[in-house]
């Protein structure tokens, strides 16, 4: 278990008047014990689960056929209840846990957001008198200022990240393919180290207009704007960063609109920091892309790390004042510009006492990459 | 919406006594559309859901930002709810269009492992009278068989694996790595259609052993067994398939320890077929088997379709007749044979009419693929 989450997790759960927690989603699994349980994301029905009570004793729930794994990577001592997976006793062996610690009329701390109402109606029958009450939130909040530990991590995937896909940019020209921006890019963080990734976009030319599309056997041909994005993984966290790039040359209006996308780049640079309102961000963003006339999707950053995901939202729905030690992938783009191609700079951006970091610094992106 | 599949379910659902079904888990999203909604599978809150009521009529539900992808994949004319993402109103949508829909008070389907249980509660809040019941085994067991259009994508994808496993093999020796295999195998997938992958297993050497290990940067030397797995997705489908292949030359017990896998990958061809009792085919497997003196594992196969382990299992856990129109990933496997390598030979076999058909068949593997 990582004993500066769980540290704070107890202040938390104390000032929320909780006995005890049980972390039963993927990313917040991987919150207090620092790894991922191997399948439990691919194949949900494997639950793991990590228990915490008020007065700091841990204990994880693990499948039969992954418990060697959780084992090895958990901290030596740590209790682990094994449930097996053609008995489907994941509740049962939980509620014996809960029982074991004395939790049996307590007041527990789930993931409502998560838990399926089958499995929790399953722990409910057997534990009638445990008042289950919900625990995303304050598990979302803790999660939103990163620990340096976290931090490392988001510095170094957004490192693999951006350099990967730079170096598959320059890889390829004019008659390579999307496959070949592809085939360098997964090489290249794999290679790095990342251990998984989550979401490819590979989007050139005519289809660098749409947000979520994968390479296809396009060919690149001259003047063609790119659109690249990889979010790679370590330990469950995401980076996520996108480059745009033109093959040869830049096509009319491109080196127009991307100075304007730099120049937001660098407001959010400016402005982001301890204290700043998101909403504000956001307003000030829209005010700078209005010189483009060209229309701004909801947001242009959102906390990241164990998700893809996570709040703050830098846009027009909440407001929250930012603190030293979030993590924010923030995102100038325009997707259709009307010109036949769409534009993104997507960076990782840590807020630090005084201000901000650049974590995904190691392509200058002023200047729109052309790709020779 | 999927008529062929629909028209099966309206069956199960009379037999079931229900006035209506909401598929909400991805893998029954896609089923009964045919499509997967983009980002329902990254981010779990992004609920993409379909309703089928008894006399037949349909309805999805979608986030705003992804309801022009749906409108576009659905048939034309089909009811599309869209609820809006930073509004959390989901369930209000879903509430919603079943009062629209006059089942208010209906027996309605849903899928109990899969709805998180603060959803839940906020949909019963909204239809009090509505009577809820879990729809997941009716939804599991129609999925067992598969639909002609189903049997394609998976002959698809089993291609698709097996040919880039293959020819990423063929691109190698000794002195590449683990990443040369990896960045081959990639390419491989998307240059021939798929559109994502889930799990890519490159285990050489020493970590040929290891069940579920992505690439490294370990260099390939003569005499290595390495294991290469991947599950390509086209459309929500998986297909898994794995081949072990000896670099220069196969060391000592390979040869004798591949033959006897070979043998039990005939023994199952010959005895999958309609009427076949699960449990018994892993008995013989079994039997076969242990001519080797070295451990299996607890089955020899799996459905896979939408997800990546489907019922039925092929082993001791349960016994269900096979049926024609199923599809297995059957794997052969030693993960640690005690001679420092481990060997899988997982390939995807159809069901027939009259026995079973051998979907993975790019690669002969009868004869342990040597690798030069």
Redesign the interface.
């Known amino acids: 278990m990582r004993q500066d989450v769980i540290a704070r997790l107890l202040r938390a759960m104390k000032q929320a008047g909780l006995d005890a927690l049980v972390a039963i989603s993927p990313e917040n699994f991987a919150y207090l014990t620092g790894f991922m349980s191997?399948?439990q994301p691919?194949?949900?029905?494997r639950h793991a689960m990590a228990l915490v009570t008020a007065d700091g004793r841990t204990a994880l729930v693990s499948v039969d056929?992954e418990a060697s794994t959780i084992r090895a990577k958990a901290t030596s001592g740590t209790e682990i209840a094994v449930w097996r997976e053609?008995k489907f006793d994941a509740m049962t062996v939980l509620a014996d846990l809960l029982r074991k610690h004395g939790l049996a009329t307590a007041r527990i701390g789930i993931?409502?957001?998560?838990?399926?109402?089958?499995?929790?109606?399953a722990l409910h029958d057997r534990v009638p008198q445990a008042s289950f009450v919900?625990a995303?939130a304050l598990l979302a909040r803790l999660r939103q200022v990163k620990t340096s530990a976290e931090i490392e991590i988001l510095r170094r995937l957004s490192r693999i990240a951006d350099r990967s896909i730079t170096e598959a940019y320059r890889s390829v020209g004019a008659g390579s393919s999307e496959?070949?921006i592809?085939?360098?890019l997964?090489?290249g963080i794999?290679?790095q180290g990342a251990?998984?990734f989550?979401?490819m976009i590979v989007a050139t030319g005519e289809r660098s207009v749409f947000p979520?599309v994968?390479?296809t056997?396009r060919v690149l041909k001259h003047g063609d704007v790119c659109r690249v994005e990889i979010f790679p993984m370590i330990a469950g966290y995401h980076a996520g960063v996108c480059r745009t790039a033109a093959i040869g040359a830049a096509p009319p209006q491109a080196e127009r609109i991307w100075a304007n996308l730099t120049a937001c780049k660098h407001l959010l640079l400016d402005v982001i920091k301890p204290g700043a309102s998101s909403r504000k961000i956001y307003d000030l963003y829209l005010e700078k892309l209005a010189a483009l006339d060209l229309p701004p999707i909801?947001f242009v950053g959102h906390g990241i790390g164990l998700?893809?995901?996570e709040d703050p939202?830098l846009?027009p729905?909440?407001d929250q004042p930012l603190e030293a030690g979030m993590v924010l992938g923030v995102e100038p783009l325009i997707y259709e510009t009307g010109f036949g191609f769409g534009m993104q700079n997507k960076d990782m951006i840590l807020v630090t006492q005084s201000g901000c970091e650049l974590l995904s610094d190691y392509l200058d992106t002023d200047a729109l990459l052309i790709v020779s």
């Open positions: 191997p399948t691919l194949m949900r029905w056929m053609f993931e409502t957001d998560y838990l399926p109402v089958g499995d929790f109606a919900p995303q496959m070949d592809a085939a360098a997964t090489r794999y290679e251990e998984y989550k979401l979520n994968g390479p056997d909801s998700h893809l995901h939202y846009g729905t909440e």
